[in-house]
């Protein structure tokens, strides 16, 4: 059977539609990590909570969609990258996975009960909510660029050699605090245009701190990965066309290797730039109390930053720190040409209609949420 699109076609739309879905993922899911994050720093009343945790309270479960959309995604174009990442970071999976579970508890039961005491520890539980998913999504980018501890028998079968401590390292707790950093400017970014009062104040100031940090870590990020040897290359040439068996090309450590794709492509240095030029457009818009102009920054930060770690690997997705030659990249690691050309029209006929509701809802339910509001509304959180 012919399809309309050549297999190496496909297998590129597809790994820029996993880039997408995990922007999108970052751009909405995102704030909502970030304000989680922030909460016990930014509001000191019962009151100030109410605000910052129904800033989001209205969108925070339609934001996870992009979660399922990118895990999805992974399962269907990339099992290979499926099968080795959600067995072998099986407990940092679990690890997310409960924190993220804890999350719609809090919501649900912090107004329950009108005792302090009570919404104290579910506040506390919205905190670790935001901060551990942010942390551990860091470490885990910064454990793929150094190579993940995973090999691959003559069979395919994938079998992990490393464990849940042993991905917390200098360079992935750096990665992970750079996470926590972006989304808590993305976050702060969200209560400029939701909050009010000084609940605002006090998101512009942390929301400086964030900026700052976030554009100092990711420069120290960039240095690591210039100057400590990390990074793989293909050994010979690669055939985009040929078959999805990761023992099809020869890949091997590499020091610097992560740079290679910049003196090939030069207009990818948009985007680590685009990762700079976010935080300090925040910071314009913080310093001159334009509100959009904050939300834009950050979500400028977000994109830059996570593209600049996609174009640096490609075509590698998963690469192997104990045998390179197991590494997973977009050439194969990825399912059937049928496959992906089916799941593709799905695509353009399913993610047009998300991308349409998700613009409607957000336009229907914005504007800013005031301490009246909270203090007059049983319905709110």
Same mark, same amino acid.
């Given at each position: ?95 997310? &996975?409960?924190? %993220?579970?804890?999350?719609? $508890? !809090? +919501?649900?039961?912090?107004?329950? @009960?009108? =005792?302090? #005491? ?98 100092? &870590?990711?420069? %120290?990020?960039?240095?690591? $990965? !210039? +100057?400590?040897?990390?990074?793989? @290359?293909? =050994?010979? #040439? ?101 496959? %992906? ?41």
């Amino acid at each position: 059977m012919s399809l309309p699109l050549d297999y190496e076609t496909l297998r590129l739309i597809w790994w820029a539609l996993l880039g997408v879905l995990l922007i999108g993922f970052a751009l909405t899911d995102g704030f909502d990590l970030g304000t989680m994050a922030l909460l016990p720093f930014i509001a000191r009343t019962d009151e100030e909570r109410r605000m910052v945790i129904n800033s989001v309270g209205a969108t925070w479960e339609g934001n996870q969609v992009w979660f399922i959309l990118g895990g999805g995604a992974i399962f269907a174009a990339w099992p290979f990258v499926y099968a080795v990442s959600f067995s072998g970071f099986y407990l940092a999976m679990f690890l997310v &996975l409960s924190a %993220l579970i804890l999350r719609p $508890v !809090a +919501f649900k039961y912090r107004s329950k @009960r009108d =005792d302090p #005491a009570w919404r104290a520890r579910w506040d506390w539980a919205l905190f670790v909510g935001g901060f551990v998913p942010a942390l551990v999504f860091g470490v885990a980018v910064g454990n793929v660029l150094l190579g993940a501890p995973f090999r691959l028998d003559s069979d395919l079968r994938p079998f992990y050699e490393g464990s849940l401590l042993g991905l917390f390292t200098p360079f992935t707790l750096l990665t992970g605090l750079l996470s926590v950093a972006m989304l808590a400017l993305h976050g702060a970014g969200w209560l400029a245009l939701k909050a009010g009062g000084v609940v605002l104040d006090r998101a512009r100031r942390l929301g400086q701190i964030a900026a700052v940090a976030a554009i100092a &870590l990711f420069v %120290l990020g960039g240095l690591m $990965v !210039a +100057f400590t040897g990390m990074g793989f @290359r293909i =050994d010979g #040439a690669a055939d985009p066309n040929g078959p999805s068996n990761p023992h099809y090309l020869k890949a091997v450590a590499a020091a610097g290797a992560w740079l290679d794709n910049y003196s090939r492509y030069p207009w990818m240095v948009l985007a680590p730039v685009l990762g700079l030029f976010g935080p300090l457009l925040a910071l314009v818009g913080i310093r001159g109390r334009r509100d959009a102009l904050v939300f834009a920054g950050s979500s400028a930060a977000n994109v830059g930053i996570i593209a600049t770690v996609g174009l640096s690997m490609f075509p590698f997705i998963l690469p192997s720190a104990i045998d390179p030659a197991s590494s997973l990249t977009v050439w194969t690691a990825s399912s059937s040409h049928l496959t %992906l050309f089916i799941m593709l029209l799905v695509t353009l006929v399913f993610l047009p209609i998300v991308l349409a509701y998700t613009a409607w809802a957000y336009r229907v339910m914005f504007g800013r949420v005031t301490a009246e509001e909270v203090r007059l509304n049983p319905d709110f959180y």
